[in-house]
C-alpha cells in the first residue's frame, strides 16, 4: 500500500516562499508519477503539478512560473517549491499518487483529481495579505 505523508506548510506573509514535501512510503516512488493539489475552502480540489519518474512536469495554468515541482526518487520524496505567493494561495495541499495500473516512467494521468488513488493527509498553507 502506497503512503504519503506532506509536510512544509505553514503560515506566510504575500510575497513569502514555502517548500512542501511529501514522503512516501510501502514502495519505492521511483515506479510512478507523482502530483500535488490544492483544496481551498469552499471550493473543489484541483491539480496544481504533477512530475513523472523520469521527471516530466505538467503544471496547471494558474501556477505556472510560481510553482516548481521536483522528485528526489532515493528519498522517496516529492517537493512543491511556491513563491510570490498570495492569499489566493491558502489552502490544504495534498500529494497524490495515481492507481497502479498508471504506473510508467514516463506518464502521468492529467491533472484531474479522480484520476488519482492514493492520497496523504494534506498540509495547511495559510497565506496573509
Known amino acids: 500500500q502506497v503512503q504519503l505523508v506532506e509536510s512544509g506548510g505553514g503560515s506566510v506573509q504575500s510575497g513569502g516562499s514555502l517548500r512542501l514535501s511529501c514522503v512516501v512510503s510501502?514502495?519505492?516512488?521511483?515506479?510512478?508519477?507523482v502530483g500535488w493539489f490544492r483544496q481551498a475552502p469552499g471550493k473543489e480540489r484541483e491539480g496544481v503539478a504533477s512530475?513523472?519518474?523520469?521527471?516530466?512536469?505538467r503544471y496547471a495554468d494558474s501556477v505556472k512560473g510560481q510553482f516548481t515541482i521536483s522528485r528526489d526518487n532515493a528519498k522517496n520524496t516529492l517537493y512543491l517549491q511556491i513563491i510570490n505567493m498570495t492569499p489566493e494561495d491558502t489552502a490544504m495541499y495534498f500529494c497524490a499518487a495515481p492507481p497502479r495500473n498508471y504506473w510508467s516512467p514516463t506518464y502521468c494521468p492529467d491533472l484531474s483529481p479522480y484520476k488519482y488513488d492514493y492520497w496523504g493527509q494534506g498540509t495547511q498553507v495559510t497565506v496573509s495579505s
Open positions: 510501502g514502495h519505492t516512488i521511483g515506479e510512478f508519477c
Open positions: 512530475i513523472t519518474v523520469v521527471g516530466g512536469t
